[in-house]
């Protein structure tokens, strides 16, 4: 379990302390915004209504204790950087601040956030792949150039094993297990059969997964 505070309950910092709940964490919501923070108290058992462009509050939340402090923070990016370098100078472990461009990322990165995430532009990435390439299920951008998708079996190779297709050297990817249902198999050796309807995650260059998930 981790402790969590996040700070601004727009929709992604709502939806991400929701999750972080749902998964076992111990979550503190804080936004300055009154009705924001009672329309949602009955879904966050800690939550609090206050500034945090206020060094008193942050030093009052002793943001020390926590493992990940959470800047989500909508379209106030004076407040965002604000927070950010409040949240560092009192102790915090590890910040992570949402940001909207690069610019925002590199100012927020150089008065101390750990981390930074781009909620829009990475859903709008991985929908405009996913529109590109109908055979991806799902999208991990590890780097510039390496990914880990999910895609379906492809129909030749059904009813074949992992050795008789040679995917590591023919293909050139990975392939780190195999779903089917609900179930996932990370044990695959190279007798294991293919079967339709299977899914597989798979990782290596996107250039090279987006081919065999148009095969």
């Known amino acids: 379990m981790k402790s969590i505070l996040v700070i601004g309950l727009g929709r992604f910092g709502y939806h991400l302390a929701l999750k972080s709940v749902a998964l076992g964490n111990d979550v503190l919501v804080a936004d300055i915004d009154e009705e924001l923070v009672e329309r949602h108290s009955n879904e966050f058992e800690d939550s609090k209504i206050c500034d945090c462009t206020d060094e008193n509050v ?5 943001v020390s204790n926590f493992d990940y402090c959470i800047v989500a923070v909508g379209t106030n990016f004076q407040a965002a950087m604000e927070i950010t370098a409040l949240l560092k100078e009192f102790g915090a472990k590890c910040v ?13 990165k150089k008065i101390g956030a750990d981390r930074i995430i781009y909620p829009e532009r990475d859903i709008a990435e991985k929908t405009a792949i996913r529109l590109n390439v109908n055979n991806i299920f799902d999208y991990i951008e590890l780097s510039d150039d390496y990914v880990v998708c999910e895609i379906p ?18 293909y050139s990817v990975n392939i780190i297990a195999v779903k089917r249902a609900e179930k996932i198999d990370i044990e695959l050796s190279a007798e294991y059969t293919f079967l339709e309807g ?4 798979v990782v290596g260059r996107a250039d090279r997964i987006y081919k065999l998930a148009s095969k």
């Open 198 to 201: 299977e899914l597989l995650i």
């Open 58 to 62: 942050i030093k009052s939340l002793g």
């Open 153 to 170: 079996v492809p129909s030749d190779w059904v009813g074949k094993t992992v050795g008789a297709v040679n995917v590591r050297r023919k």
């Open 96 to 108: 992570i601040a949402k940001a909207s461009s690069e610019r925002h990322a590199i100012l927020l």
